[in-house]
């Protein structure tokens, strides 16, 4: 995948994690154009025990390294291996707008990694 694909990516990445910060209440309401609130406020969905939606934060980050929801600290630290491979700034070194965008994506990935392993790290203890 080129550069200007990766940031495609993470741009769809971005904007999917917006719309999933939305309130559920929100969300159904757009889809079917009704309100599916109850009498106190809360969503029909919200009700239900032992329901947990994913982290936006984490699910960006998951999409930032082109993972699926919930991957092993293992399968965390070869996605950013593998991409940094791919879009690492010193292969761009010719041209500086492509060295500037690389470098972003390369800082991006890191965080990722170093956010979702420590998170998983904590999980484990």
Do not use: F, W
Not at 3 to 19: C, D, K
Not at 28 to 43: F, K, V
Request: charged share 30%; net charge positive.
């Amino acid at each position: 995948m080129s550069i200007l694909g990766r940031v495609g990516a993470l741009l769809r990445s971005e904007l999917a994690a917006r719309v999933s910060r939305r309130p559920a209440a929100h969300r159904a309401q757009r889809q079917t154009g009704r309100d599916d609130t109850g009498s106190n406020g809360e969503t029909a969905t919200a009700g239900r025990r032992g329901v947990s939606s994913p982290d936006p934060a984490l699910t960006r980050y998951y999409a930032n390294l082109e993972l699926p929801y919930g991957a092993s600290v293992d399968v965390v630290r070869e996605a950013r291996r593998r991409l940094l491979k791919r879009c690492h700034p010193d292969l761009h070194s010719a041209d500086p707008e492509k060295q500037r965008t690389a470098t972003q994506l390369a800082q991006g990935l890191n965080h990722a990694h170093d956010e979702l392993v420590s998170h998983l790290e904590r999980k484990q203890r």
